[in-house]
């Protein structure tokens, strides 16, 4: 294997490596927010109310990753596109 084939295989694993991360941020993202959408119909309870807002954060958190992720797939896509338009 020469020099570029190494690099389009790295960019290549990148992309798996990001879209596995991306999987699993999703799956996150909808357990988290079911999970805080659950606690709006128990609000009489005490504990709700931390819980809820610790969701949110989380929910928001997870978004900000995923956005951060797309956009970093993104760059690595355009960057393969790169090297094999060189190739």
Do not use: D, H
């Given at each position: 294997?020469?020099k570029e084939q190494k690099q ?80």
């Amino acid at each position: 294997m020469n020099k570029e084939q190494k690099q389009l295989e790295s960019i290549k694993e990148r992309l798996k490596l990001y879209s596995e991360i991306l999987k699993n941020l999703t799956i996150l993202l909808i357990a988290v927010a079911g999970g805080t959408i659950g606690l709006l119909f128990k609000l009489s309870n005490p504990i709700a109310i931390p819980l809820l807002v610790m969701g949110l954060s989380l929910t928001i958190g997870i978004l900000f990753g995923i956005f951060r992720l797309s956009i970093s797939i993104r760059e690595t896509l355009e960057e393969l596109k790169k090297w094999e338009k060189n190739s």
